[in-house]
């Protein structure tokens, strides 16, 4: 994970650019790269993973810059013959090789800058784990890792992960094209045991994958059975981890659902679990900071961002520079409200599955990986790994939800790994409220005199 900026146009302000760096300088502490031109300037910060190589990079007449995480980058470096030294060095080599084709080789996430001669283009992986930001108008191109980097310049938008953004230096002109997202596969017939079985299979791959390149990491945990998993195969692959969770308390508020559950499932099944409580006072300083870091005061995105910014301020007080997250369960296995509507109404479930999975850039990933890179931590996924999504895509319905329970298949498929049939089977509880900090927001409205949770934080 790491921090990108870059800005084309005419009589560029470098003071103007430096704040722009100043507000994103979080990301990535490892190292600092620019170049700075006339009608040019890119800033990037590396936060190392997996190398430590400075960028840009630069080769004849290109230029490159990355946010990544790739996964397969030694596996593609030797299928190409290259000679990259870590996953983004392998990322230039091959876009420098085969344009925009390469996209469709790639297992990881990303979001890149790419220049040769006067065209640049700007892209990120389909999902959309990696945030990338723009504004284009008549006077300059400049884009940023985060909005905040690029609101003294006007109105950010976020750049779509089914799009890809060329931009001629020359023209000044910026074209968008469409980029394919996932498709629905074939239903499965195998029987419920294998598929099963291949759950267990790509799960596993997913979290080697992950982890592999890291020697300990820290998991956002609720005791839920979605971060319960995660923590569960770690053990089983001898990786060294702490979970952690944030709750609110203050006077008669009720015990968080989230922190009881989670001490009990930690104590039970033997993982380090660090927790943290915090009062009214507290939480009002930590919704002001949280606002600043998401860029928005939606009740409900700020709600959910409270305990993943405490967790991931405890997790890198520990050292921790990779925070795992449970995030994409619910999509791949049916465990949203609108997953039973549609499975009441005789829809078709997947089909909900891959809309929802199309919107998590949007609703989800950009707020967790704000919050997380405010922390300069990296947050990473197994879910939402492409094997995973596409065979996850391709079980029925019917193994998924019915009108008693959600997530069927992977509960059980949960429960034949170990996990035990009480923790498998709890019901989802959405973390704002698991964590008592939606209670927490009521307290504070009330206590400001607002009339309601939106009226405060709007008042902020």
């Given at each position: 994970m790491?921090?990108?900026?870059?800005?084309?146009?005419?009589?560029?302000?470098?003071?103007?650019?430096?704040?722009?760096?100043?507000?994103?300088?979080?990301?990535?502490k490892d190292a600092l790269g620019k170049i700075l031109e006339k009608d040019k300037i890119l800033f990037h910060c590396l936060h190392a993973i997996v190398g430590h190589i400075k960028q840009p990079f630069v080769s004849g007449k290109s230029t490159f810059m990355t946010n990544c995480e790739i996964y397969n980058w030694k596996e593609l470096n030797q299928t190409h013959n290259l000679n990259a030294k870590n996953d983004a060095e392998l990322l230039f080599q091959l876009v420098e090789?085969?344009?925009?084709?390469?996209?469709?080789?790639?297992?990881?996430?990303?979001?890149?800058?790419?220049?040769?001669?006067?065209?640049?283009?700007?892209?990120?992986?389909?999902?959309?784990?990696?945030?990338?930001?723009?504004?284009?108008?008549?006077?300059?191109?400049?884009?940023?890792?985060?909005?905040?980097?690029?609101?003294?310049?006007?109105?950010?938008?976020?750049?779509?992960?089914?799009?890809?953004?060329?931009?001629?230096?020359?023209?000044?002109?910026?074209?968008?094209?469409?980029?394919?997202?996932?498709?629905?596969?074939?239903?499965?017939?195998?029987?419920k045991s294998e598929i099963i079985r291949g759950l267990?299979?790509?799960?596993?791959?997913?979290?080697?994958?992950?982890?592999?390149?890291?020697?300990?990491?820290?998991?956002?945990?609720?005791?839920?059975?979605?971060?319960?998993?995660?923590?569960?195969?770690?053990?089983?692959?001898?990786?060294?981890?702490?979970?952690?969770?944030?709750?609110?308390?203050?006077?008669?508020?009720?015990?968080?659902?989230?922190?009881t559950q989670a001490k009990e499932v930690a104590k039970q099944l033997g993982f380090q679990l660090k927790t943290k409580i915090l009062n009214l006072e507290e939480t009002e300083h930590a919704v002001k900071e949280v606002i600043k870091i998401i860029e928005t005061r939606d009740v409900v995105k700020v709600?959910?961002?409270?305990?993943?910014?405490?967790?991931?301020?405890m997790a890198a007080a520990d050292g921790n520079k990779v925070l795992f997250s449970g995030l994409g369960s619910e999509e791949l296995f049916a465990g949203y409200q609108r997953h039973l509507d549609v499975w009441k109404n005789k829809g078709n479930v997947n089909a909900e599955c891959l809309r929802g999975l199309s919107l998590l850039w949007d609703r989800?990933?950009?707020?967790?990986?704000?919050?997380?890179?405010?922390?300069?931590i990296e947050l990473r996924l197994p879910f939402l790994d492409y094997d995973l999504i596409n065979y996850a895509l391709s079980i029925p319905a019917k193994e998924k939800i019915n009108a008693t329970q959600n997530k069927i298949?992977?509960?059980?498929?949960?429960?034949?790994?170990?996990?035990?049939?009480?923790?498998?089977?709890?019901?989802?509880?959405?973390?704002?409220?698991?964590?008592?900090?939606?209670?927490?927001?009521?307290?504070?409205?009330?206590?400001?005199?607002?009339?309601?949770?939106?009226?405060?934080?709007?008042r902020l």
């Open positions: 790491c921090g990108i900026f870059g800005i084309f146009g005419k009589n560029i302000d470098n003071k103007q650019a430096q704040r722009s760096l100043e507000t994103i300088e979080h990301r990535g090789k085969r344009a925009t084709e390469a996209l469709d080789e790639l297992d990881g996430v990303y979001a890149f800058f790419y220049q040769k001669d006067n065209r640049v283009i700007l892209a990120r992986d389909i999902i959309g784990e990696k945030p990338l930001c723009y504004i284009h108008n008549k006077n300059l191109f400049v884009f940023a890792s985060e909005g905040k980097a690029l609101e003294q310049y006007g109105t950010p938008q976020q750049l779509k992960p089914i799009e890809l953004l060329q931009y001629n230096t020359e023209t000044h002109e910026m074209q968008i094209t469409p980029r394919q997202f996932f498709t629905l596969p074939q239903e499965t017939m195998l029987p267990e299979a790509l799960f596993l791959v997913a979290m080697q994958k992950r982890t592999e390149s890291i020697s300990q990491y820290g998991i956002l945990f609720s005791g839920g059975i979605d971060s319960t998993l995660v923590a569960f195969l770690s053990k089983k692959q001898k990786k060294k981890f702490i979970c952690y969770t944030a709750a609110f308390a203050d006077g008669n508020t009720r015990d968080s659902p989230d922190l709600g959910v961002a409270l305990p993943f910014y405490i967790s991931a301020k989800d990933l950009y707020r967790d990986d704000l919050i997380t890179m405010a922390s300069t298949i992977f509960r059980e498929f949960a429960k034949k790994i170990g996990v035990p049939e009480a923790i498998a089977e709890r019901k989802k509880i959405a973390a704002q409220y698991g964590s008592n900090f939606d209670k927490a927001l009521e307290k504070l409205a009330k206590k400001a005199g607002s009339k309601t949770k939106k009226e405060y934080l709007e």
